[in-house]
């Protein structure tokens, strides 16, 4: 499921000032294809009225749905940091900081490292690693943080 935009998805411009286009209904089929396919999952319940919000509100800019959409996720995994933003691109020396960003992709794992849980239609399907976030945490509920934090 992607976020449609205003113009398109390679247009050079700040993230800050980048805006997403209603000219289709996007949230309600994503938000019916999330009842779809995750409705009878053990904890889609739980956290439905966290994230629900998020597919009937129109944002303006993909800023604030991004960021709308990672505070409704760590409250579901009850983590609890802060997101905060720069007013302009900070170059970090590799010294400064460890960057993991790259260091850890769920779709190309080694098998040996993959997370494995109960999944909706596996009995058809078999597992399907690195799906998102989402199917872990309708999967295993509280359980998805310390699946993450193992592997």
């Given at each position: 499921?992607s976020?449609?935009?205003?113009?398109?998805?390679?247009?050079?411009?700040?993230?800050?000032?980048?805006?997403?286009?209603?000219?289709?209904?996007?949230?309600?089929?994503?938000?019916?294809?999330?009842?779809?396919?995750?409705?009878?999952?053990?904890?889609?319940?739980?956290?439905?009225?966290?994230?629900?919000?998020?597919?009937?509100k129109?944002?303006?800019?993909?800023?604030?749905?991004?960021?709308?959409?990672?505070?409704?996720?760590?409250?579901?995994?009850?983590?609890?940091?802060?997101i905060?933003?720069?007013?302009?691109?900070?170059?970090?020396?590799?010294?400064?900081?460890?960057?993991?960003?790259?260091?850890?992709?769920?779709?190309?794992?080694?098998?040996?490292?993959?997370?494995?849980?109960?999944?909706?239609?596996?009995?058809?399907?078999?597992?399907?690693?690195?799906?998102?976030?989402?199917?872990?945490?309708?999967?295993?509920?509280?359980?998805?943080?310390?699946?993450?934090?193992?592997?």
């Amino acid at each position: 499921m992607s976020v449609p935009l205003q113009e398109g998805r390679n247009q050079k411009t700040l993230m800050k000032d980048v805006k997403i286009s209603y000219r289709e209904k996007w949230q309600h089929v994503h938000w019916r294809t999330l009842l779809a396919c995750y409705n009878r999952t053990p904890y889609f319940e739980y956290f439905q009225h966290l994230l629900e919000p998020l597919f009937e509100k129109k944002y303006t800019y993909l800023m604030d749905l991004n960021i709308n959409s990672l505070q409704a996720m760590n409250q579901c995994v009850s983590v609890k940091k802060e997101i905060s933003l720069t007013e302009n691109f900070l170059f970090i020396q590799p010294t400064e900081i460890l960057d993991l960003r790259y260091s850890f992709n769920a779709a190309n794992s080694e098998d040996g490292n993959a997370i494995s849980y109960i999944q909706p239609f596996e009995e058809k399907n078999g597992f399907i690693k690195g799906l998102s976030m989402l199917d872990m945490l309708f999967c295993t509920g509280k359980q998805a943080t310390e699946l993450l934090l193992s592997s």
